[in-house]
Structure formats: structure tokens, C-alpha cells
């Protein structure tokens, strides 16, 4: 009898063991929640245009307390960087409440963030800002290619390990490295921006030796492919580094602000999924990784028993992406009572009152012709500089400044980004071929008088960011085939666009604003603001001719403050504003361009617009 109980004891021991072994042979799942370019949209509200806002990280953190009753801790968060501009809410906490914590990150700690990166926007601010956030944030940020200018040593963390319920993902950061080709040193002094799929060659190796992680991923601040490509490095390398790197299981990536979500197949025949959120927090990447156990059955003999067993062989891991929609995610109540102060303190801030205009400007008339919009701009740089001429472009695509009242919050629909104001000399030469570049990438050549005026994406699977090109993709308007932000104008010349002739050949510039003949091999002061000073579109260096390592010495003044800081002072000081049109260039001919532009403005905007 006992022999017969102990036979039945051990077979019960097995059975359990192996009832214990199924259950840890299930597939074990973790999901990354991720985040990109969020740009200061923390909140339901639009600080800028006074109205409500979709996405932000309020719903973000609605979705994250979801996933985690769903998931617990084996859900992980992080964000991909942009964050320090956009909203007011960043650049009040980068300007004016220096000496408070960091709204960003306070936010991110709120939401459990256990990685971040820098992207070319943190480092926009100067190096006080993102060394203040960077101590305030309460997990790793990093950037494996930013590196202490003449050493191999990083900047900030290249990676770091999290771990859960025994699995071990290592995330190796990086920004992209066109940062000197928009923005001036002195806000990244002593800091070297290096070549993306190098370092990531290192750092995967690297990782792997020594830190055994189950599975690799990459938070890449740099976009899919294209952009500023030069002998030493490629401005958005993701893609690049996904089919060439092998390692990587997943790369989350960001900058260029376009939805993406595929899986390719990189050099070794490996799976990488490659995921991108867009901006403004209005979708959340996500990775589902699970743990997949490829096993073979044995037999265990129990007395006169053979039992099967399954015998562990292999473990593998399969990542799937996705992007969620923050549409219908209602804000988390929590998250906005704990910041409430701080959105209230914000809010006041835009709310306070500058000046008065007398007639309205809005960014949709620079497009088809001169406006006030831009020659209140080109007329600020001139003033401020005390230049010959002005070169600037729309930086947003549809903001209207109305007559009445003017508040701190218009000055973000004037002028978006924290630019500085270069004075630099240019030969006549230069400033001619630096506008055949722009109107080259601005406008179409018209070969009828029922072509458009405007170059527009011919593309119909483009869904790339309304933000950047311009166009909404929702009502099925049409697109700017390039950047609006590089589409620059001129004020202190007199001179026509041919809209009929080739490439190249568009620009006639006929005389300066004073009366004086215009010369191409003379030198001339021209006001720009930093982004394109730096190289930023490449209209200096591809357009003008200009090596990019010689842009520095062509600056003979830059200013200490943002853009936004003189034009807000600026209208504070005078009270009154009466935008003016200075009419000093036109598209011709105009029999063709003016019924031209009336089709394409309501293409773009709509009829009574």
C-alpha cells in the first residue's frame, strides 16, 4: 500500500510540475507605450488659439492608467523628445519660471516616463533650459551620438536596461545629428551631434555583450529617411538603421512628424518594427512584445508510468506595433487637478494683454503674393538689425493675428519657434539664388493659365503632417510638396517671380526698396533669423552656394533673445500696430497668377475663407 501511495505521490508531484511548467510556458507579454514631439501639449487647451485641444498628455494619461489596471507593471512608457517647445506651457518654464521645477518634467514623472531623448527642439532653448529639465527628470535621458565636444563621452546616458518579471529591454537613445544646421552654437556649446547608424553599430554590440537584454529598442529622435544628408552623417537614419544595424528588434522615431507603423526585414533576414507617433500626443506608439517558448515533448518514467513532458528548447520574442488615437480618450481628472496651478499660471500668462492691431494679418495670404503677415516680420528684422534686406518665411501655415486686442498668446501664431535674429552679409549673387531656391520649392511652373500657381504633393498616399506641408489630410486638400517654414520672401528689394520660366530662372530682382540698382557682386546686411542663418532648408547652401562651414563667419550680430522676445516688446512699447503690406515683389504674369491664387487659396482653405 505504500509503495502504491508513494508511486501515486510522485506521480501527482510530476503532474503539478508539469501543470507549473505549461503555465510558465504561456506567452508572457509586455507593452511600450511611447510618445513623440509632443510639443508642449500637455493639456486639453490650446494656449495659443484659446480653444480646446485634441490629443496631449492629459489623455495619455488616461490611456496609461487603462493599460496598466489591464497590464500592472508590465506596462512601460517613454517619450522621444521635442517636448521644451511648441505651447506656451513649455516656454514658460523655459523663459520665465526658470527657477521652478520643470513643467515637462513634472509631467513625464507624473505619467512614469522611464525613458526619454533629447530632440532638436530641447536643445533650441540653450543649454540652462535642457540642463534644467534633464536634472528635474526622474528617469534616463539619452543620447548615445551626443557627445562632450573632442572626447568619446556622452553627453547623457546612450542607454539604459528596464526590467520586468525577468526580461531584460535595453532602449538605446539618439537625436538627430543636423542639430549645427539650424540652430546657433551657443545653445549647444561644447556638445558634438555624431552620425546616428555608427553609433548605433557601437552601442548595439555593446549592449548585447555586456548587458544580455532580451530585447533591443531604439527611441530615435530622427525620422524615417531623407532630410539634410551629408558626407558625415544623414539627418533622419531610422529606417537606415533598422535594415543595415541587426539587433535592433524595434525602433520608435519621431522629428518628421509622420504617422508610420511597418515592420521590415533587416540585413540578416531579422524582423524590425518601426513605429512613429507623429505629434502632439494625439496618437501613442505601441509595442507588444511576447515571449514565445518553442518546445519538444519527452518521456519520464514513473514506476510502471511513462509520463510526457515538455522540455524547454527555445525562447524567442515577437514585437508587434501599432499607433492608438487619442480621439475619445477623455482627459485624466487626476492629471489635471495635480497640474492645475501650473495651467492656471500659463493661462494668465498668454492672457495678458500687449497691444492693439488695427487691421487683421494672417499667414494664408503669404503664399500668393506679398501680405502684411510677413512684412510685419520682415519689417521687425529690419528694424532690429538695421539690415538692407530681409529674408523670412510663414511659420505656420494658417494663423491669424484679428484686429482689437493683441495678447502674449499671438505672439506663438506670429512666430512659432524661439529663433534668434542673425545680421549676415551676403553678396547680391548669393540673396538671387537663395530665392530662386525658395520659389523653386514654393511655386509650380505654369505652362496654361489653368495651372496651379502653387507646387503641390502629387502624391495621393501622402499622409504626412498638415503641421509641416501644409493642406488637411482629413477634408482631402491638397499639399505643399515642401516645407512652408523654408518658402522665403524678401523685403528691402524690388523684384518679380516668373511663374512661366523653368527652375532657376524665376527670380528678376530689379532694384533695392530705396531706389539704389541692385547688384549681384556686391555685399550686402540681410536680416534672417537663426534656423536658416545655420543652414536650416539649405537655401544659404544649396540655394546661395554658401560651404556650411563658412555660414559662421558671414554673421556679424546676433540677438541675445528669441525672435518672439523683440516682437512682444516690441508691440508693447507702441501700443498701436498698423500692419502694413509693403508690395514689394509679385508672381507674374499676372493675367495667369492672380485668378491662379484666388483657385488656389480656396483649394487650401476653402471658399469664404
Not at 547623457?156 to 546657433?184: C, D, H, Q, S
Not at 547680391?428 to 503641390?456: P, V
Not at 499639399?479 to 518658402?487: H, T
Request: include cysteine.
Amino acid at each position: 500500500m505504500k509503495k502504491h501511495l508513494f508511486s501515486l505521490t510522485g506521480l501527482c508531484t510530476l503532474l503539478l510540475l508539469l501543470l507549473a511548467g505549461c503555465a510558465d510556458d504561456n506567452v508572457k507579454e509586455l507593452k511600450i507605450v511611447a510618445t513623440s514631439d509632443v510639443h508642449g501639449n500637455f493639456f486639453p487647451y490650446d494656449f495659443i488659439n484659446d480653444v480646446p485641444a485634441k490629443g496631449s498628455l492629459s489623455r495619455v494619461s488616461t490611456y496609461l492608467n487603462e493599460q496598466r489596471q489591464l497590464l500592472g507593471d508590465r506596462v512601460i512608457y517613454v517619450d522621444n523628445g521635442d517636448i521644451l517647445q511648441g505651447q506656451p506651457t513649455s516656454y514658460y518654464y523655459n523663459t520665465v519660471a526658470v527657477d521652478q521645477p520643470h513643467l515637462a518634467a513634472e509631467v513625464l514623472n507624473y505619467l512614469g516616463c522611464e525613458a526619454g531623448t533629447l530632440g532638436n527642439h530641447d536643445i533650441e532653448p540653450g543649454g540652462p533650459t535642457y540642463q534644467h529639465y534633464i536634472h528635474d527628470a526622474k528617469f534616463p535621458i539619452l543620447g548615445a551620438n551626443i557627445l562632450l565636444e573632442g572626447t568619446d563621452n556622452t553627453f547623457v546616458l546612450p542607454y539604459t536596461i528596464v526590467e520586468r518579471k525577468g526580461v531584460r529591454i535595453a532602449f538605446i537613445g539618439m537625436n538627430t545629428p543636423a542639430i549645427p544646421n539650424w540652430l546657433p552654437r551657443e545653445l549647444w556649446r561644447e556638445l558634438e551631434f555624431v552620425d546616428i547608424a555608427s553609433t548605433a553599430r557601437k552601442w548595439v554590440q555593446y549592449v548585447k555583450e555586456n548587458e544580455h537584454p532580451d530585447v533591443i529598442v531604439g527611441i530615435f529622435h530622427s525620422g524615417l529617411d531623407g532630410g539634410i544628408i551629408t558626407p558625415e552623417y544623414a539627418e533622419n537614419a531610422s529606417l537606415q538603421v533598422a535594415r543595415e544595424v541587426p539587433g535592433f528588434d524595434a525602433i520608435i522615431f519621431g522629428h518628421d512628424h509622420r504617422e508610420y507603423c511597418e515592420t521590415i526585414e533587416n540585413v540578416e533576414g531579422d524582423p524590425v518594427v518601426l513605429v512613429n507617433p507623429a505629434n502632439g500626443a494625439n496618437k501613442v506608439a505601441e509595442l507588444t512584445l511576447r515571449k514565445m517558448i518553442s518546445s519538444k515533448r519527452v518521456n519520464a518514467e514513473v514506476g510502471f508510468l511513462k509520463i510526457p513532458l515538455l522540455n524547454k528548447k527555445k525562447e524567442s520574442w515577437t514585437v508587434e506595433g501599432k499607433l492608438v488615437s487619442m480621439d475619445g480618450v477623455e482627459p485624466d481628472e487626476a492629471f489635471l487637478q495635480a497640474f492645475d496651478k501650473q495651467r492656471q499660471t500659463v493661462k494668465d500668462y498668454v492672457s495678458k494683454r500687449i497691444g492693439t492691431f488695427t487691421r487683421p494679418i494672417s499667414t494664408k495670404d503669404a503664399y500668393f503674393g506679398p501680405s502684411t503677415f510677413m512684412d510685419f516680420v520682415h519689417q521687425m528684422q529690419l528694424d532690429i538689425t538695421n539690415a538692407e534686406i530681409s529674408l523670412a518665411a510663414p511659420l505656420s501655415f494658417n494663423a491669424t493675428i484679428d484686429s482689437g486686442d493683441v495678447y502674449v498668446r499671438d505672439m506663438f501664431n506670429l512666430y512659432k519657434y524661439e529663433n534668434t535674429l542673425y545680421l549676415m552679409e551676403l553678396t547680391g549673387r548669393e540673396i538671387l539664388g537663395h530665392l530662386e531656391m525658395s520659389y523653386d520649392m514654393w511655386t509650380n511652373q505654369m505652362k496654361s493659365a489653368g495651372d496651379h500657381l502653387l507646387l503641390f504633393n502629387e502624391d495621393k498616399n501622402d499622409t504626412g503632417s498638415a503641421d509641416k506641408n501644409g493642406g488637411d489630410n482629413r477634408s482631402r486638400r491638397p499639399r505643399f510638396k515642401n516645407i512652408y517654414y523654408n518658402f522665403d520672401s524678401a523685403a528691402g528689394i524690388i523684384y518679380e517671380v516668373d511663374v512661366t520660366k523653368p527652375v532657376g530662372q524665376r527670380v528678376h530682382i530689379l532694384r533695392m526698396a530705396d531706389g539704389r540698382p541692385f547688384e549681384l557682386d556686391h555685399t550686402y546686411r540681410v536680416a534672417v533669423n537663426s534656423y536658416r542663418g545655420n543652414g536650416g532648408g539649405e537655401l544659404l547652401t544649396k540655394g546661395a552656394g554658401i560651404p556650411q562651414e563658412e555660414l559662421s563667419s558671414r554673421i556679424l550680430f546676433s540677438t541675445s533673445a528669441d525672435l518672439r522676445y523683440y516682437m512682444l516688446s516690441r508691440i508693447e512699447m507702441k501700443d498701436t500696430i498698423t500692419p502694413v503690406c509693403l508690395n514689394q515683389w509679385k508672381f507674374i504674369p499676372e493675367k495667369w497668377t492672380v485668378p491662379a491664387a484666388k483657385r488656389d487659396y480656396e483649394l487650401l482653405f476653402g471658399k469664404g475663407e
